[in-house]
């Protein structure tokens, strides 16, 4: 057996764990999948022989990678701000745009846990390396450390907000929550059926939405008035995507196709009527978020 094969035969041995780090760091199998054949590359390309925990050094390499690869999807998504799709919610079973299933990505999805990829959206690249590979995968600080260019306990650091947001936190009352959450539920019940005259009924007359560039298609108004104009926005994408959350410890709606995070809505209402919906799309903002999911 030569020096390749042998090298082929450890990698398929783990690529299964390898899979499931590229997958919570990235929430894509196809962008997971490229993580893993650029790591065979640089595995291929290495002089491994004096490297004695293959695995170890393979979950390294793969952290890496995704790393590089978070930091480039967050740099294109600051440089589309204003161009990215409308506040439409997006359908829940379109099909993705790199032709990857998205039946098998729901699976995947909801192996991993639907809250976890959705509160992973919010963290620093950085942050999400340090929890996905300590808390996770139980790889030490100190071999995390060089590869987010921090010291260990910088690194502990990390993994720690991370874990707090991952967490989330409930400060609301019972009762106040429980309030929230009627409305919020009539609004999104009317949503997915496309009933009009529901959607208006759950909104104050006055009622006024108002929506980041990130959420708005390019020359579309951020601020939206009345009950009427505010619903048929509501209407314009459906509402499959979208699921209830609590947002900062007060009800609202994320809007996470497959686990991927593109927009919260936070709600206020006076009795069981919304007077103020806010649409929250700009990937900078919605890393400051406590997100924890409800049932549906």
């Not at 294109?76 to 993705?96: K, T």
Request: aromatic share 4%; net charge neutral.
């Amino acid at each position: 057996m030569d020096e390749n094969e042998f090298l082929a035969k450890r990698f398929e041995a783990n690529r299964t764990h390898l899979r499931a780090v590229a997958y919570r760091m990235l929430g894509s199998l196809s962008e997971a999948d490229d993580a893993l054949q650029e790591t065979w590359l640089r595995l291929s390309r290495s002089d491994t022989s004096s490297v004695e925990n293959l695995g170890g050094w393979l979950t390294t390499v793969v952290g890496r990678v995704c790393l590089d690869m978070l930091r480039s999807r967050r740099s294109r998504r600051e440089e589309s701000l204003g161009e990215s799709p409308g506040a439409d919610i997006p359908d829940r079973n379109a099909g993705r745009a790199d032709g990857g299933d998205p039946e098998q990505e729901a699976v995947m999805a909801d192996s991993v846990g639907l809250a976890l990829l959705v509160v992973l959206e919010t963290l620093t690249p950085a942050e999400r390396l340090a929890f996905v590979l300590h808390d996770t995968f139980a790889v030490p600080f100190e071999e995390i450390a060089p590869i987010v260019g921090r010291s260990p306990g910088a690194t502990r650091q990390l993994a720690s907000r991370a874990r707090r947001r991952v967490r989330g936190a409930t400060t609301a009352p019972d009762a106040e929550l429980a309030r929230q959450r009627e409305v919020v539920d009539a609004f999104l019940v009317a949503a997915r059926e496309g009933d009009f005259g529901a959607l208006v009924a759950v909104l104050d007359p006055e009622v006024v939405l108002r929506a980041d560039r990130a959420g708005v298609i390019a020359g579309a108004s951020t601020e939206v008035r009345g009950a009427q104009e505010v619903a048929r926005r509501a209407l314009k994408g459906g509402a499959r995507a979208a699921r209830p959350a609590l947002v900062d410890g007060a009800v609202g709606v994320i809007v996470a196709p497959r686990g991927r995070l593109l927009m919260v809505l936070g709600f206020r209402a006076r009795g069981r009527k919304i007077f103020e919906i806010d649409a929250i799309a700009d990937p900078a903002r919605l890393r400051q978020l406590d997100l924890t999911i409800l049932d549906d």
